[in-house]
């Protein structure tokens, strides 16, 4: 994960550490190689130019400059920096003050919604009773995905009477009685997913939030998109209000573009990360511990 930025990093720093103490010029030149690992990440072209003028302002300082660990500083100040593009603090996943508390998960085909929402299930399945619900109708592959997947957690699951069949709202609605009937407290809703953001699809999203009030509207992006995964985050949160992003395959070679500038993007924070293709491989993001992956 994010190896190739790790490495440009590690390589910036080593150099100014070599260096002793710092001139205006050496920080400078060591910024604007920060700015080229960035967008060489994918990061946004703007974020980053932004994120590294911060980061000069705050480096250019006398306190920087004098130091006897010049690098050291300008390491934290980065450090820092990267911790408050991402967040800064954990965003945890909000719950309805009176139950059932209601999830919906969207995104595009592929992202890792089917999977991220067993996975969430059953992270949470200790102190909360969950149930999934499969409305991704059009696609029987996705329902079955959903059930199969559900069985193999133990997670108890609801959809169509028949795979491929069925109303999206009329499933959304017994899902809703059948879960009222059986005290379940959180329903996690697999929405459907498409190719491409289209009107049918937010048409659709647009009716389920009108019914269901959600706790969290949760967009699942693959990390790998880079900043497409950004692009796509900035149409969902115009059209589907989302309330927090999970980052999927954080444990292949993704750049780390989605990871750096989808909150700074979109102001919708991640609370989420999918690490691997195991039920288990779901944590909560926290931006410091992502910021030292990065930073190595
Ligand atoms: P959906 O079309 O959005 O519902 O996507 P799926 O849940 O079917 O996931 C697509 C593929 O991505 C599947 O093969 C999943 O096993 C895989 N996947 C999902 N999340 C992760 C993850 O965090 N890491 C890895 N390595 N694979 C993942």
């Given at each position: 994960?994010?190896?190739?930025?790790?490495?440009?990093?590690?390589?910036?720093?080593?150099?100014?550490?070599?260096?002793?103490?710092?001139?205006e010029?050496?920080?400078?030149?060591?910024?604007?190689?920060?700015?080229?690992?960035?967008?060489?990440a994918?990061?946004?072209?703007?974020?980053a130019k932004?994120?590294?003028?911060?980061i000069?302002?705050?480096?250019?300082?006398?306190?920087?400059?004098?130091?006897?660990t010049?690098?050291?500083?300008?390491?934290a100040?980065?450090y820092?920096?990267?911790?408050?593009l991402m967040?800064?603090?954990?965003?945890?996943?909000?719950?309805?003050?009176?139950?059932?508390?209601?999830?919906?998960l969207?995104?595009?085909?592929?992202?890792?919604?089917?999977?991220?929402?067993?996975?969430?299930?059953?992270k949470?399945?200790?102190?909360?009773k969950?149930m999934?619900v499969?409305?991704?109708?059009?696609?029987?592959a996705?329902?079955?995905?959903?059930?199969?997947?559900?069985?193999?957690?133990?997670?108890?699951?609801f959809?169509?009477?028949?795979?491929?069949s069925?109303?999206?709202?009329?499933?959304?609605?017994?899902a809703?009685?059948?879960?009222d009937?059986?005290?379940?407290?959180?329903?996690?809703f697999?929405?459907?997913?498409?190719l491409?953001i289209?009107?049918?699809?937010?048409?659709?999203?647009?009716?389920?939030?009108?019914?269901?009030?959600?706790?969290?509207?949760l967009?699942?992006?693959?990390?790998?998109?880079?900043?497409e995964?950004v692009n796509?985050?900035?149409a969902f949160?115009?059209?589907?209000g989302?309330?927090?992003?999970?980052?999927?395959?954080?444990?292949g070679?993704?750049?780390?573009g989605?990871a750096?500038?989808?909150?700074?993007a979109t102001?919708?924070?991640i609370?989420?990360?999918?690490?691997?293709?195991?039920?288990?491989d779901?944590?909560e993001?926290?931006a410091?511990?992502?910021?030292?992956?990065?930073?190595?």
């Open positions: 994960m994010f190896d190739s930025l790790k490495e440009r990093l590690e390589g910036i720093f080593s150099k100014l550490r070599g260096k002793g103490r710092l001139t010029e050496d920080i400078n030149d060591a910024l604007r190689e920060v700015r080229r690992a960035l967008l060489e994918d990061v946004n072209y703007k974020i932004d994120l590294v003028e911060r000069k302002e705050r480096c250019l300082g006398q306190e920087v400059l004098s130091s006897i010049p690098a050291q500083q300008v390491y100040v980065v820092e920096e990267l911790c408050n967040g800064g603090k954990k965003e945890r996943l909000n719950f309805a003050a009176k139950p059932p508390s209601v999830f919906m969207v995104g595009l085909q592929g992202s890792g919604k089917t999977t991220t929402a067993v996975k969430l299930a059953l949470i399945s200790d102190s909360h969950p999934v499969a409305c991704d109708l059009r696609r029987p996705a329902v079955k995905q959903l059930k199969v997947l559900a069985e193999k957690a133990r997670i108890l699951f959809g169509p009477e028949e795979a491929g069925g109303n999206v709202m009329d499933v959304t609605r017994k809703l009685s059948y879960a009937a059986h005290l379940i407290d959180v329903i996690i697999d929405t459907a997913g498409r491409h289209d009107d049918d699809l937010m048409t659709e999203l647009e009716q389920m939030h009108k019914l269901l009030d959600p706790s969290e509207v967009l699942v992006i693959d990390s790998m998109t880079g900043q995964g796509v985050a900035e949160k115009e059209k589907a989302i309330t927090g992003v999970v980052l999927t395959k954080l444990d070679d993704a750049r780390g989605a750096l500038a989808v909150k700074a102001g919708v924070p609370k989420l990360v999918g690490v691997g293709e195991h039920l288990e779901l944590e993001f926290d410091t511990r992502m910021a030292q992956r990065i930073l190595g």
